[in-house]
């Protein structure tokens, strides 16, 4: 398969939040028509779109009932390949999320499936079982909403589900779902999208007599039994095979996975798909879910970073990102509400530079924050109802709260703020979901107006790696990784490097050099400030140094 996504940048869409096209109050294919020229003009080579299927919305998006259609509060077919024509024309790929380790409840697929029945060809489209005398079938937990087992009354039998109650997981060991996912593939390659984001893939395939986890576990109690399953390889290899037929590409999603799981995934004689997300630079304010709260600590974070950019270097690829639909906004996270522009453009420095194809999350490029609404009944996503419902009940009312502000993916879903006018020029009607007061400060427009802002930025970053083979094949050192407040960070290819310094600091600090540069610093290619100080680092200053190295310099001033 090609590899051109090593060259590229994507921009990520949640659409019910981007813009609203038709003013019904709800993001849409339209508004999403209206801003490609806004998208291209960012730098970016494409665009991921979270579902844009129809769907029950009880996982908004992530629990589909029709896989080939498009969601009637986006629009129709007809609207989608308008925008992947527009797209394409101005030479943006268009990625499409594939959901398929479950489905909504209300998919035809699990409504014929409940009815059971020897002769029901969707009988064992999904993972049924009998419960152990009272008990369920194992112990399982579920990510969003308790137990994984949900009792069925039409059928008499539970059915498994990873996630929400509304999302029953597929049985993938039946070769008709893989025949359905493959289906499901054709249909929009058929149409002309580049390629697929794979929603939860590492989970597909589950350990046959889905043994007990260890009650001891939280949670996560059955991973050992569903994540990188035994028969994981053999399926994403047909996926593959669809693929192959395409010049597309796929990344997959991989919670929890490690190293060497992912070079499984994306590299040697399993190869099935192109590059992974990880997780693990998500964790450096909490343990294992934002809802378990720590101070942020940028050692932490530095060290998730550096352990797959050495991890993967020369062997595969990173895909990047520091935010998408499930996490908080990062600046209220990783940076500072008071040095905001500051501190969203030196998490931009961060990673931007690493090896691997970055992904850029709406809003993000204007450092959107998190929403604080005042009463959880005003949050919608499922993940932050449930910590709300099950844990510390005795805990005091502000704290509860504090930790779902702190946590809720809903912070990242806030519709875009794209000026100053009424809905943040979201849309026209009262939006679905409430904006961020903070709109009037923090939106498009104003930074389309500012040499300095978040906004050009981004641009000024992802133009610059597009044009620069160091950050394509660069090889990654970082320098210093005990300082607790800077990341100081190298790429190096053919005797030329970029080195990155990035302040978390609050204060001014003193540059640390790596004894190779001292003296030969090169230049400052890119700064977060206008005025790049010698020596000295102004709050949450990034800046990107290009340099030589001695030897191509003599020969430099030889001629
Ligand atoms: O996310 C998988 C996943 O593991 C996250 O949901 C994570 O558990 C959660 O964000 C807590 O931090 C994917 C999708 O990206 C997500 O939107 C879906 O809700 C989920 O799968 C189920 O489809
Ligand atoms: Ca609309």
């Given at each position: 398969m090609q590899d051109w996504y090593k060259n590229m940048s994507f921009y990520q869409i949640w659409i019910r939040s981007f813009a609203d096209g038709n003013d019904d109050g709800i993001g849409d294919l339209l508004g999403v028509y209206d801003k490609l020229t806004y998208i291209k003009s960012l730098g970016v080579d494409g665009i991921w779109f979270s579902p844009l299927y129809p769907s029950p919305n009880a996982d908004f998006g992530y629990d589909i009932s029709d896989y080939k259609n498009i969601h009637p509060d986006y629009g129709t077919l007809s609207d989608f390949k308008r925008v992947l024509n527009r797209a394409h024309e101005l030479g943006l790929k268009v990625i499409m999320d594939l959901v398929i380790n479950h489905t909504s409840d209300e998919h035809p697929w699990f409504i014929e499936s409940k009815k059971g029945g020897d002769d029901n060809p969707y009988k064992d489209y999904y993972i049924w079982r009998d419960g152990k005398g009272d008990k369920l079938p194992n112990n399982w937990e579920s990510f969003f909403e308790g137990k994984a087992w949900e009792w069925c009354e039409e059928r008499g039998q539970y059915y498994l589900h990873i996630f929400a109650k509304k999302q029953p997981d597929l049985n993938m060991d039946n070769p008709a779902v893989r025949e359905e996912i493959k289906s499901i593939m054709r249909f929009w390659l058929d149409m002309g999208v580049d390629g697929f984001r794979e929603d939860v893939i590492n989970f597909i395939s589950k350990v046959p007599g889905l043994p007990d986890g260890?009650?001891?576990?939280?949670?996560?109690?059955?991973m050992p039994y569903f994540k990188d399953g035994p028969h994981i390889h053999e399926y994403l290899a047909e996926f593959r095979k669809v693929c192959e037929e395409y010049d597309c590409f796929q990344l997959g999603e991989g919670p929890m996975s490690d190293l060497k799981s992912v070079l499984l995934y994306t590299s040697g004689e399993h190869k099935s798909l192109d590059m992974m997300f990880n997780f693990d630079h998500m964790q450096a304010d909490c343990f294992m879910t934002e809802y378990i709260q720590r101070p942020f600590s940028l050692r932490k974070l530095k060290r998730a970073f550096s352990k797959w950019q050495y991890g993967l270097y020369g062997k595969s690829w990173n895909a990047l990102y520091i935010e998408n639909h499930d996490h908080p906004r990062v600046v209220s996270r990783y940076g500072s509400e008071e040095f905001h522009r500051e501190s969203a453009t030196a998490l931009a420095a961060s990673y931007l530079f690493q090896q691997g194809t970055p992904f850029i999350y709406q809003g993000q490029e204007i450092g959107m924050t998190n929403i604080r609404l005042s009463s959880i009944d005003l949050y919608m996503d499922v993940s932050s109802k449930t910590n709300y419902s099950l844990y510390h009940l005795n805990d005091p009312e502000e704290l509860r709260l504090a930790r779902i502000h702190a946590s809720s993916r809903d912070s990242a879903r806030t519709p875009m703020q794209w000026d100053s006018s009424e809905n943040a020029g979201f849309s026209r009607h009262k939006p679905w979901f409430y904006v961020n007061d903070n709109y009037t400060r923090i939106n498009v427009a104003s930074q389309e107006k500012d040499k300095n802002s978040i906004l050009n930025f981004y641009r000024t970053c992802l133009n610059y790696r597009k044009r620069s083979r160091i950050c394509r094949y660069g090889k990654y050192r970082e320098f210093f990784a005990d300082d607790p407040k800077i990341y100081t960070y190298e790429r190096e290819y053919k005797g030329k490097s970029l080195l990155i310094i990035c302040s978390f600091s609050d204060k001014e600090e003193v540059v640390r050099l790596p004894k190779k540069y001292r003296g030969r610093l090169g230049h400052v290619a890119i700064c977060n400030y206008p005025d790049p100080e010698w020596g000295l680092l102004k709050p949450y200053e990034a800046r990107v140094y290009e340099t030589i190295s001695n030897s191509e310099r003599k020969n430099h001033e030889k001629n």
């Open positions: 260890n009650p001891m576990l939280p949670v996560i109690n059955g």
